[in-house]
Structures are given as C-alpha cells and as structure tokens.
C-alpha cells in the first residue's frame, strides 16, 4: 500500500527564509500535518487561485530571425574589426 502512495512523487529541496519556515511549520504542527503534506497543499492552493491559462499565439513573444537583428550589410571582417576597436576602447567589458 505504502508503494502505491509514493508512485508519481518527486522528491524535493527547497529553500525558504527563517521565518516563513517557523510560520509553516507552526501552522503544520497546529493542524497536525506534515511538512510535506502542508508544502503540497499551498502548492495545489496557489494552482487553484491563479489557474493557467492559454495564451493566444498571436499574442506569445517570438525571438526576432536573424534577418531581423543588427549588423545589416557588415561581413564577418568588419564585424571583427569593430568588435576588437570597441574593446580596444574598453578591456574591461
């Protein structure tokens, strides 16, 4: 029974500042939970209150092509250069 419990679980670490944690684990203790069990719950709560939702594709944010970005009508030397003189200007960038 107990293997059946722990299929399609996956174990976890996670950091949380000093006084949330004093806060969750007052509240687990106080309703006899586990720590787990209180983590899970506030997880499965927040997917409740802000559920997903579809983003048309019109609106998604798409990477510009390489078309679309700079260096219109350099060549690879010239782009070369230009990158050695600017960190001729400034060796520390």
Do not use: C
Request: aromatic residues 10%; glycine residues 6%.
């Amino acid at each position: 029974m107990m293997e059946e419990y722990f299929l399609g679980v996956t174990k976890t670490q996670i950091q949380v500042p000093d006084r949330l944690f004093a806060k969750i684990k007052k509240f687990a203790r106080q309703h006899e939970l586990s720590l787990a069990e209180t983590f899970r719950r506030g997880a499965e709560l927040l997917l409740e209150a802000y559920p997903e939702h579809e983003i048309p594709s019109s609106q998604q944010w798409q990477p510009p092509t390489s078309g679309k970005v700079g260096w219109k009508g350099l060549s690879a030397a010239e782009l070369r250069d230009l990158a050695a003189e600017d960190q001729s200007r400034n060796p520390f960038a």
